[in-house]
């Protein structure tokens, strides 16, 4: 198994690893992360994401049960704008879903509590997916095309739409910001592109706790925020 990789320095909160999670990547330098100045200006404390923090704060005590290895913000966090590409191979970016309360999801057949994991995903997009709220589920198997699409297909996941980076690209940047330490990684996102909350490993998507704190997540006055 692949040796853990050393946490960003900027991080300033220790994200928890869930049983079974697949870790990937080798240790990045302290140089090499502040060497990329686009990522480490997005990693910076930005205001803007200060609701995010806020948000997070009141979400705290509905991340137990399923949902508990979630870690909430705690310091304003601009995500890196990532970039993949839609089924039709056309460019997308995570900028695309400003307004939107985003779950991204990095996953690949490779990893087996990925593929265990992508049902509830798709149970959670059916549930709750539309325009306040989407799954953005991102493969990044990099090397057969056809091979996620294959299983998607075959397992009958029709109301995830599918996303992927073969350059696994969106990995690293959320690597670089200390946001991506194994496989699946979700990082909850609110409409500013802000982190809310990360997961690293698996979660049950479909579970009473994540339908009612992403429920939350969308609509903070509702649940009396």
Known sequence: M?????????????????????????AIGFAAVYGIGGLKRSAAGDSACRPAVDLARKLAP????????????TTPLRLPDLAFEDADGNPRKLSDWRGRIVLVNLWATWCVPCRKEMPALESLQTR??????????????????EKPKHFLKDA?????SYFSDQKAKVFQDLKTIGRALGMPTSVLVDGQGCEIA????PAEWDSDDAIKL????????????
Do not use: C, Q, Y
């Open 2 to 26: 692949p040796e853990l990789p050393s946490p960003h320095p900027a991080a300033t909160r220790r994200i928890p690893f869930a049983i079974g999670a697949v870790l990937i990547g080798a």
């Open 62 to 73: 509905l991340a137990h049960g399923e949902v508990a290895a979630l870690t909430m913000a």
């Open 128 to 145: 709750l997916g539309g325009p306040d709220f989407e799954v953005v589920a991102v493969n990044i198997d990099t090397r057969d095309p």
């Open 156 to 160: 009958n996941l029709t109301r995830l």
């Open 198 to 201: 990360t997961i690293a490993g």
């Open 214 to 225: 992403i429920k939350a997540a969308v609509n903070p006055a509702a649940a009396g925020f």
